[in-house]
């Protein structure tokens, strides 16, 4: 079944007309332990675990992808925007509802040996954050400020956020495609601190200098990540108004001009994470599939 997936896809690439910047060794459907459903999972930078949070349940889970071992690591993390650093700590907001009814966000890590830190207190503007090494990057309010992790050295380094729907850089406004009805979602920065990649919503996934000088439409994909300093992957997701109908995974060049489909039209392959040479992405069902690189 794995090798007719595989081979589906190929062929569908080659129907379209797409090129291969991403060469696939094997698409594996991870075996999970019955009542687990996983939503939004993040591969870690080695690619040897994955954090998620499950459909149904709240809290946010390690799972260790040889031994599928698995634990909960936070009873109140949101994996919305989740990130994990190289020795493995992973980085997470904690949403909660103050006595005022007004909801406030923190910042919190959970070491590999689950100790868990608070790095940002509650807060009504934490606009957002990045990890890089054993550094983390916060945009509180504006607000730029620079952490290490487990007793490491701070380092500063690029991070993208959105303020009121305005793409930033440390904070700064540089909305590429303009400011006035635009609304911009899913920003990061490539590896090498030269670009960001963006949605713009209504209009499709964008990728542009640091500063927002030269923004390059590439395509209609949302959550985009980056596989690389030239490569970003995201999925492209129909609905009918209620639910998702179909959603696959796409990988394009920064230049709009190469694409290549990673998964078929009926996968619905959603929310890529890109880490250890490895891809991971889930389903509407909660399954959980790894599409491993040669």
């Known amino acids: 079944m794995?090798?007719?997936?595989?081979?589906?896809?190929?062929?569908?690439?080659?129907?379209l007309?797409?090129?291969?910047?991403?060469?696939?060794?094997?698409?594996?459907?991870?075996?999970?332990?019955?009542?687990?459903s996983v939503d939004k999972a993040t591969l870690s930078p080695d690619g040897s675990?994955?954090?998620?949070?499950?459909?149904?349940?709240?809290g946010l889970y390690k799972m260790n992808l040889a031994t599928k071992g698995i634990n909960m690591i936070s009873a109140t993390g949101n994996s919305?925007?989740?990130?994990?650093?190289?020795?493995?700590?992973?980085?997470?907001?904690?949403?909660?509802t103050a006595e005022n009814k007004l909801r406030y966000t923190s910042l919190k890590s959970v070491s590999p040996r689950g100790?868990?830190?608070?790095?940002?207190?509650?807060?009504?503007d934490l606009q957002g954050f990045a990890v890089q090494g054993s550094s983390v990057m916060t945009v509180d309010n504006n607000k730029l400020s620079a952490k290490g992790l487990n007793g490491a050295a701070a380092v500063k380094f690029p991070v993208a956020s959105i303020n009121k729907g305005q793409l930033c850089i440390n904070g700064k406004i540089i909305s590429p495609n303009g400011q006035a009805g635009a609304s911009y979602l899913w920003a990061s920065v490539s590896p090498n601190g030269t670009k960001v990649c963006y949605y713009l919503v209504t209009k499709g996934c964008y990728v542009a200098n640091i500063?927002?000088?030269?923004?390059?439409y590439v395509g209609q994909l949302r959550a985009a990540k980056w596989l690389n300093d030239l490569t970003v992957v995201g999925m492209y997701d129909l609905d009918n108004g209620e639910?998702?109908?179909?959603?696959k995974l796409i990988a394009t060049s920064i230049d709009g001009k190469v694409k290549q489909e990673l998964t078929a039209d009926n996968s619905m392959a959603m929310f890529p994470s890109t880490n250890g040479g490895k891809i991971a992405y889930s389903t509407p069902k909660g399954e959980l599939y790894i599409i491993n690189l040669k």
């Open 211 to 216: 500063d927002g000088s030269n923004p390059v």
């Open 2 to 15: 794995k090798k007719l997936f595989i081979s589906a896809m190929l062929l569908c690439s080659s129907v």
């Open 115 to 124: 100790v868990e830190t608070t790095l940002l207190n509650p807060t009504r």
């Open 49 to 58: 675990f994955v954090v998620f949070s499950q459909n149904t349940k709240g």
């Open 243 to 247: 639910y998702v109908t179909s959603s």
């Open 17 to 36: 007309g797409f090129a291969q910047l991403v060469n696939i060794a094997s698409v594996d459907r991870v075996a999970l332990p019955e009542g687990v």
């Open 80 to 96: 919305f925007d989740l990130k994990i650093a190289n020795d493995g700590t992973v980085i997470f907001r904690e949403s909660k």
